[in-house]
């Protein structure tokens, strides 16, 4: 398994779909998955620290987790089928290890509010990631609609600026989004 961080969330000013990308840690390899528009505010919600009021959906399994005895040790996104993105909780309780599937965007934001790890089968970066070379980061000088959810800063990741962030104008130029594909998204 290869781990991953949440890179940003992006989202089309025009149709609101959403895209979750994660990013390798050892590399500029990244992983977009269309994801719906609750689970990505569910997911920048927890990142940005913000706590609501009374417990979403994914505050509640997290809390029923650790009422039952169970501490999430990590999530993976174990599989991807006909463009369909698959994913694990790994919970540990009593002595035990449960696995329960789950929609990626449901365990990234479970992740994101348990500060545990996120990874990805090597054979679904392999299908799915997508790298980002030097080239196409200085062809791509279009200014695109975004909003970037930002990882805490820590001394090993490397500054958000414009002109880092260029890498992701051309993969979203390139986007259909008023159609996006059936495959590379969620079931829900």
């Not at 990874?119 to 200014?143: K, P």
């Not at 962030?165 to 993969?171: A, P, Q, T």
């Amino acid at each position: 398994m290869i781990r991953v961080v949440v890179d940003s969330i992006r989202v089309s000013l025009l149709t609101q779909h959403r895209v979750v990308v994660l990013r390798e840690t050892d590399s500029k390899r990244y992983l977009p998955i269309w994801i719906g528009p609750f689970e990505a505010d569910a997911i920048a919600m927890a990142i940005q620290g913000h706590e609501p009021q009374r417990p979403m959906t994914h505050d509640l399994l997290k809390a029923t987790i650790i009422d039952l005895d169970g501490q999430i040790s990590h999530i993976f996104i174990n599989d991807i089928q006909d463009n369909t993105f698959f994913a694990r909780i790994v919970i540990e309780q009593r002595g035990r290890t449960v696995e329960i599937d789950a929609r990626p965007s449901d365990a990234i934001a479970l992740a994101v509010r348990t500060d545990v790890p996120i990874f990805v089968e090597a054979h679904v970066l392999d299908q799915a990631g997508v790298f980002f070379d030097e080239e196409e980061q200085a062809a791509s000088s279009e200014t695109t609609s975004r909003e970037p959810v930002e990882e805490p800063e820590s001394e090993n990741e490397p500054e958000l600026n414009d002109e880092t962030m260029s890498i992701f104008r051309n993969f979203i130029n390139t986007l259909n989004l008023d159609n996006p594909p059936k495959g590379g998204q969620e079931n829900s």
